[in-house]
């Protein structure tokens, strides 16, 4: 076992360090007042790649704390576009289980254990609502208490509506009856359920990240989403791609936002944004050669 003996250090020093390693500045004074608020650590995410020596941390020739500071500056905007598009695929799917599910089994389906495949993640989930629902101060459900005490739930429609993505996602999945997961996937553009969990405990890691405002850019992610052949809307037609990566995710996001919302402008505002930092290595997402000329984006760049 070896013993942590490093100290902090001033913003001073980790200016200096910065500079013997080979990294160069623009404007110093400019570089002081980003470490102040944006931590070393959290920038170091975003130099690591220029990086020419790993282990002592030397970086390659013409290296610049700017380009640093554009990378942070691109995740963080990739983050709010993402997180936007996630809330409204995580709101039509929490509508759209809610609204199917009640209708085949009833106002408290999410409580009978005889309806899941897994009787721990049943478990687990039926926890987590009821730490949810302790924790919510929502008018709905303070009514609703007031006024019923037997069953100890709300129906469906007032519990799901503030039980976690991740949550909602487990009991999806954790569903046995495959026929109605199934007509739950269509209403969304996709052709049987596997792929729809797939997407989903894919999305519902993604957005923990982004919620935990950590690196998305260039990073490996563990879920992978399923990428069918084709797909009744247009869809990518190269699935030679790295699934733990984000471009893997952004086509599912965008599919699923086109399935939801016809007329979005996600893919608009993702081509704005890369646009606007070509300094981005897209490659290092996962996207392929010639992307943007697949079915599902359609540009023209």
């Not at 013993?3 to 990294?23: C, D, F, H, V, W």
């Not at 170091?44 to 380009?67: C, G, L, Q, T």
Request: aromatic share 14%; charged share 20%.
């Amino acid at each position: 076992m070896v013993t942590y003996t490093k100290q902090p250090i001033s913003i001073a020093n980790q200016m200096e360090m910065l500079k013997n390693r080979g990294l160069l500045f623009d404007n110093e004074q400019a570089a002081i007042e980003y470490l102040k608020v944006i931590s070393y650590f959290r920038l170091a995410n975003y130099w690591k790649p220029m990086e020419r020596d790993k282990v002592n941390h030397i970086f390659k020739p013409n290296s610049k704390f700017e380009n640093v500071v554009a990378l942070y500056n691109f995740d963080k905007e990739l983050r709010s576009l993402l997180f936007s598009a996630i809330q409204n695929i995580e709101i039509a799917l929490r509508t759209k289980v809610i609204q199917i599910v009640s209708s085949q089994y009833g106002a408290f389906w999410f409580a009978d254990k005889s309806l899941f495949s897994n009787i721990s993640i049943f478990s687990n989930c039926l926890t987590s609502i009821k730490d949810e629902l302790k924790r919510s101060k929502e008018d709905f459900l303070v009514e609703h208490f007031a006024k019923y005490d037997n069953p100890p739930y709300p129906p469906a429609w007032k519990t799901l509506e503030v039980s976690s993505f991740g949550t909602l996602s487990k009991l999806y999945c954790n569903l046995s009856d495959n026929i109605v997961k199934k007509c739950i996937a269509r209403e969304l553009g996709l052709p049987q359920h596997l792929y729809l969990e797939s997407w989903i405990k894919s999305l519902s890691v993604l957005r923990n990240c982004i919620a935990h405002h950590a690196r998305i850019w260039n990073r490996k992610y563990p879920w992978k989403p399923q990428l069918p052949k084709k797909l009744q809307n247009p869809w990518i037609q190269d699935k030679n791609i790295s699934q733990e990566r984000l471009y893997a995710q952004l086509c599912c996001v965008a599919y699923l936002m086109d399935a939801i919302h016809p007329n979005n402008n996600f893919k608009q505002k993702l081509k704005a944004l890369l646009l606007e930092y070509p300094i981005v290595d897209v490659a290092a997402m996962g996207f392929p050669r010639g992307w943007y000329i697949e079915p599902l984006w359609n540009w023209n760049i």
